[in-house]
């Protein structure tokens, strides 16, 4: 995620024209904590085997 994180600034900072990259990866990156978030609390919003 710090890599997708530094690979979207390095797209800015080298390669402006390219914003739309930039925006993807973020996004990405984004999404990744929030599923690698809601993986590692699933006990604690659903009670154990119940999904």
Known sequence: MILLFLACLAVLYFKPQKEGLAFLLFWCATGLCFF???V???NAI???MTY
């Open 40 to 42: 590692g609390s699933i």
């Open 46 to 48: 659903l009670p154990n």
């Open 36 to 38: 690698m978030y809601m």
